[in-house]
Structure formats: C-alpha cells, structure tokens
C-alpha cells in the first residue's frame, strides 16, 4: 500500500485554474485582503481562553504568572505562524496544514492532519457556542434550562447561535468578513477597556508572589489524578504538583486554546487577492495584536484582584464586579457575547474548506467540493458542518474535552514545521514570497516546542486524542485510501 505518496506542489498551486472540472464543479472566489483575514485571525483567536481561562488557569495552576503562561504559548504560535507563513504565500490552498503535508510527507499524514482540523474546528464550534450560550443568558437572565452549560437537556441558545451563523458562513466569504470584522472592532475595543480602566484599580500587592510555590494538587491522589496529571509527570514518576514552575508551563499548554484557530486563516488562501502579500500580514497581525492584548488583559485582572478570588467562569467581568464597577462587568459580558459570537462563525467557516480540499482529492465523496453558483461556497460540506456542530452544542457537555482542541492544534503545527524542512530540501527553486528565518533552526525549535506543551496536557486528554486518531484510520482505509485521486494515477498525480 502506498500510503506516503504525495501530491506535486505545481499542480496543488494550479488546481483552482479555469478548467472543464472547476467549472463543473465551481471555485472559490478571491474577496479577501490582508486586513480581511487580520479580522478572521482574531475573530477566531479572541473568545472563549481571554474570557474563560485566564481566571481558571491563575486559580488553578499559575496565579499571576498566567501571564507567562500566555507569553509562552504565544512564542509557540510565533515560530508555527512563521512556518504557516512561508507555506500559505508560497502554496495558496484552502486544505493549509492537510495540503501542505500532502505535497511533503505523504497521503495518510495529509488524512491525519486534515481527521485532527475536523475535530479542532468542530468541537471549537461546539464548546464556544455553547459558552455563547451562559453568556446570554447571563446578560438577559434567560432559563438555565435552556441556555446553561449545567443542568439543559438540551442547550436550545448553542442550537440557535450555530444556525444563524451558519447561515451567514453559507451565504458567502465576504458576507462572512463583514460580521466578523464588525465583531472584531468589538471585542477589541472592550479588551483595549478593560486594561485603560483596570490599570486604575491595580493593586501590586495581588502581584506578589508573581509565581506561587508549587505545591501538592488537590484530590484524592488516585488512578484518577494520574489521569489528570500532565503526560510528562505521569511518564517520568514525578510527584504531581500545581503552581511554581510546573504549573506556568501545565497553564501554558491549556491557554493555548486561547491561541488555537489563527491557522484557519490559512485555509483562506484560495479566496485570498494577494495570498504571496496577504497571507504573511494575516497570520503575523493576528498573532501580534492577540498576544498584545492578552498579555495587557492577564496583568490588569491578576493586579485587580487576588488569583485566588477569580472566578473561573467570568474573571473579565467579575472582576470589575468585585471593586465596584458593576457596569463596567455588565459591558464586559455584552462584549463576550459579540466575541464568541465570531469565533463561532470563523470556524463554520474553515471547517468546510477542509472538507473541500479532501473531497477534491478524492478523500471524501465528489459532492462535497461542489460550490453554490452564487455564493461561491461549498454548501453541502457547510451544511452538514453547521448541522453537526448545532448537535454537539446543543446534546453533549463537552467542556472536559476542550483540551483536545489544544492537543490538535499542536499537533497540526509539529507537521507543519516539518514541512517548511521537506519542502526547502525537495523543492529548493520554488518561489517563496514569504520565507521563514532560520531554517531548520527555527521549524525544530517550533517542533520541540509543540511537543513540550503536548506533554503538559492530561493523560486523559492524550487518549482520547488517540481515539479520535483511530476512528480517522477506519474512515480513511474504508473510503479515501480507495478513491484517492492519486490512487487512479499510476503516475503519481492527480488524474
């Protein structure tokens, strides 16, 4: 079985062309700009790990010095958009990390690669909705019955949320750019509120000690707190524990959730005008103004109040509740709402090209890659996205596997600095609009430092990330190993 064969980088770079296929099937249309996919990169990045983490993680795992953990997780995402960046300008696709390791590294790690962007985005999708969820219900003191995370059968606010995004992701990308972009302007204003108005209101006191000593966890201390422990501790025997230094990198790993989606601009490449310019500006913008942001918005709420008074569902606004600035907290929780609000719509968005570039390439069935004659967007894969994202948001509590988005992303990113390497061997002549600084340095650095966080995540996070993977494999050799479009060409291309 020839599972490693791969895709030629020319005809990866062509395969949008005006052809008798793509005119049979559609294509893409370029309606994007730099400042476009900056407004996708942060409408995806800033929601539910600014609004939610920050508070849980400094209780929890690292006090004050979440702030580190923020700043780690952000170089970490500096090094993979860097590599991001050279691929996206040089190889403009809407499959990013699946295609990318198509043409470098073979068939079935292009499959793996694309089965994990299928579970980041989905469940992504799922977790954000339904804290968009508690949010509104919170601003508008709706039922808990009906929009809570506890306690709902059925989450009817998450089921709302994603069909009425859903609609605007399958109406168009510039439709989709407009909402998102009118989102972003929100959520970064209220960010850029919350660091002028709090820093008024800083205490130091509640800075010191900046990093907490480390210290026992919690719990029973049982099978089941090994499964909570980090990979690294479990593997290596040593005695678990939270805070101190252990806890900065174990809250580093978790928040970078926060971090995760920005590669989803990436995927717009097809759609983007200048990609060679664009795509660099994209991914670079969104991580600069992101990491900015959070680090300004960690030091206000670790300074304003004491990490071990942070809520760890609301530490925005609670915080403001907490020294007396109720409107400011209610302000702040309207503000959510328009965040999470975007990252939702963003993933409905990205999670379809997937299923597009797969079904291209002959992975997934041919009717997936059809594209509406008007709106230029691949209505069945977007259908059936919003359709099983509404059900995993409205029927299962999922925030226990909000790690997992973490472990995909990471993942993704370990193959696409390996790429970066493959490519600049096997294609040394290719024109690289956008290339990344200090190769194969700076792609091992990013390698080693994707793998450090993975192993600073739980156990249990690790196996069922290992199901996920397995479940793919049966997918994969039912279907897309047969009718691989590389598999009815003997020559190696696509037929």
Same mark, same amino acid.
């Given at each position: ?24 099937? #559609? ?78 590294? #073979? ?56 069909? %009425? ?13 407009? @909402? ?27 800075? @010191? ?27 290596? #025997? %040593? ?48 991580? #600069? ?10 030091? =206000? ?56 570039? $797969? ?20 209505? $069945?894969?977007?259908?059936?996205? =919003? @359709?099983?994202?509404? $059900? ?12 997992? =988005? ?35 340095? $700076? ?53």
């Amino acid at each position: 079985m020839d599972l490693l064969r791969k895709k030629s980088v020319d005809d990866v770079i062509h395969q949008n062309d005006e052809t008798p296929e793509s005119q049979e099937h #559609g294509s893409l249309k370029k309606n994007l700009s730099a400042l476009d996919l900056i407004g996708f990169g942060i409408g995806i990045v800033i929601g539910t790990g600014i609004f939610t983490l920050t508070g849980l993680q400094a209780k929890e795992n690292a006090g004050p010095g979440v702030t580190i953990s923020f700043l780690i997780a952000g170089a970490v995402a500096l090094l993979a958009a860097l590599c991001y960046a050279e691929l996206a300008s040089a190889v403009p696709t809407a499959g990013s990390s699946y295609t990318y390791s198509y043409t470098t590294i #073979g068939e079935i790690f292009a499959w793996i690669i694309a089965w994990d962007l299928i579970l980041e985005f989905a469940l992504g999708a799922a977790v954000v909705a339904r804290g968009w969820s508690g949010y509104v219900a919170g601003v508008f003191d709706l039922p808990a019955k009906w929009f809570a995370e506890e306690g709902s059968v059925v989450n009817v606010g998450a089921i709302f949320i994603v069909f %009425v995004l859903g609609w605007v992701a399958l109406r168009g990308i510039r439709e989709s750019a407009w @909402v998102t972009n009118g989102l972003v302007v929100i959520k970064v204003l209220v960010c850029v509120f919350v660091i002028a108005v709090g820093a008024f209101y800083v205490n130091t006191g509640n800075l @010191v000690p900046f990093i907490p000593e480390s210290q026992p966890p919690s719990g029973d201390g049982g099978a089941s707190s090994s499964l909570h422990a980090p990979l690294w501790q479990f593997l290596s #025997g %040593v005695e678990p524990a939270t805070f101190g230094l252990t806890g900065i990198f174990v809250a580093a790993a978790v928040v970078f959730f926060a971090y995760s989606g920005f590669e989803a601009v990436a995927n717009l490449g097809e759609e983007t005008k200048r990609p060679e310019r664009d795509m660099p500006l994209g991914l670079l913008g969104t991580l #600069g103004i992101c990491t900015a942001l959070y680090v300004g918005v960690c030091i =206000v709420l670790t300074g304003m109040v004491h990490y071990s008074d942070l809520s760890e569902g609301d530490a925005v606004a609670d915080v403001f509740d907490q020294v007396g600035l109720e409107w400011a907290g209610i302000l702040i929780g309207i503000a959510a709402v328009a965040g999470l609000t975007s990252v939702i719509l963003v993933d409905l968005v990205a999670m379809p090209r997937i299923g597009f570039a $797969l079904a291209r390439d002959g992975l997934l069935p041919e009717a997936f890659r059809r594209i509406h004659p008007t709106w230029g967007t691949p209505v $069945l894969m977007t259908s059936l996205t =919003v @359709v099983a994202v509404a $059900l995993l948001a409205g029927l299962v509590p999922i925030s226990v596997l909000a790690e997992m =988005v973490s472990i995909g992303t990471l993942f993704a990113f370990v193959v696409v600095a390996i790429a970066v390497i493959v490519l600049r061997r096997t294609q040394p002549d290719m024109k690289r609009p956008f290339r990344t600084p200090w190769v194969p340095i $700076l792609p091992i650095a990013t390698v080693a430092s994707c793998v450090g966080l993975m192993a600073s995540l739980k156990v249990d996070t690790w196996l069922r990330f290992l199901v996920w993977l397995a479940l793919g494999f049966v997918v994969y050799f039912a279907y897309g190993y047969r009718h691989s479009r590389l598999n009815k060409s003997p020559e190696g291309d696509p037929a």
